[in-house]
């Protein structure tokens, strides 16, 4: 029988090690948790493959860098394990976790996005903040601010 793919959510410490190794490079040093994690109107996702996790996203409440006014929430550490890149695993997790925000009322979504990634995040609607590149200070990375607007999308 085909494997099924599916998103659940998850605790946060279950997505440490694809923090790591797929975000961090393997560093064991490396830290992988958001001091958000574990309040409650966080929202960790992964996506499962027969046992094991393919995917994960964590969102966390956060101001809009692009309107402080507006309810917003930051995605972090969204990864793919390098077996199964470009399967279509990452946009089923974004996707599901956007349903979900929206039926919580959730109208925008933002992140700091590494620069190899921006190609994926357009094709799934994402934009990017004029003038917001910048070097991330945990990695060293080019990044940009992007945002996602989820209000005009049904509840
Ligand atoms: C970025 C990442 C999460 C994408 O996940 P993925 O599971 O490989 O992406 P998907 O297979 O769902 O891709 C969805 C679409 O985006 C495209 N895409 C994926 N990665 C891309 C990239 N780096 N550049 C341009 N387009 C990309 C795919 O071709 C696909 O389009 P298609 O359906 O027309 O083929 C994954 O490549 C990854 O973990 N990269 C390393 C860590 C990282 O950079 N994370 C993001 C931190 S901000």
Redesign the pocket.
Same mark, same amino acid.
């Given at each position: 029988m085909e494997p099924v793919a599916f998103v659940e959510v998850v605790e946060s410490v279950e997505l440490h090690e694809l923090r790591r190794n797929? @975000?961090r490079g393997g560093d064991p040093t490396a830290i992988v948790e958001d001091p958000r994690d574990d309040r409650p109107d966080s929202l960790h996702l992964a996506v499962r493959l027969d046992d094991g996790l393919v995917?994960i996203g964590s969102f966390y409440v956060s101001t809009s860098p692009r309107d402080p006014t507006q309810p917003s929430m930051q995605l972090r550490y @969204? %990864?793919?394990d390098p077996g199964?890149? #470009?399967? *279509?695993? *990452?946009?089923?997790l974004l996707r599901e976790g956007e349903a979900l925000l929206i039926r919580r009322g959730v109208d925008s979504l933002w992140?700091?996005? #590494?620069d190899? %990634? @921006? *190609?994926?995040y357009l094709?799934?609607g994402w934009e990017t903040l004029p003038n917001s590149e910048h070097l991330s200070a945990e990695t060293q990375l080019p990044h940009t601010v992007i945002v996602k607007q989820l209000g005009h999308l049904e509840r």
């Open positions: 797929v @975000l995917a @969204l %990864a793919t199964w890149q #470009r399967h *279509g695993f *990452g946009a089923m992140a700091n996005a #590494r190899t %990634a @921006l *190609g994926f094709c799934e």
